[in-house]
């Protein structure tokens, strides 16, 4: 079993920053996808930011020059840097895993932008 833990959310006026963190533990031997989604109240579930093991990186256009992905491998962790934040990306954010073809979420993070 796997488990997700997100850390880093928070209320920020707009213009400010955030770092979302996300460390996996449990039976871990490699990790396909590291990513970040978001959910606004009244909406769908959108995918923010993912990495793949080999590097390959995706944007959701919204987010694009303003958050940056990363992971570290030995920690099995990843990482989610966002400036230049609008209110607009108020959201609960949820970090995912694909571990060895497994889907795995975690409890999400609330992220609160005012104006």
């Known amino acids: 079993q796997v488990q997700l833990v997100e850390s880093g959310g928070g209320l920020v006026q707009a213009g400010g920053s955030l770092r979302l963190s996300c460390a996996a533990s449990g039976s871990i031997f490699s990790i396909n996808v590291m990513g970040w989604y978001r959910q606004a109240p009244g909406t769908q579930r959108e995918l923010v930011a993912a990495?793949?093991?080999?590097?390959?990186?995706n944007y959701a256009d919204s987010v694009k020059g303003r958050f940056t992905i990363s992971k570290d491998n030995a920690k099995n962790a990843v990482y989610l840097q966002m400036n230049s934040l609008k209110p607009e990306d108020t959201a609960v954010y949820y970090c995912?895993?694909?571990?060895?073809?497994?889907?795995?979420w975690g409890r999400g993070t609330q992220v609160t932008v005012s104006s």
């Open positions: 990495i793949t093991s080999g590097g390959k990186i």
């Open positions: 995912r895993m694909v571990v060895m073809g497994n889907e795995y």
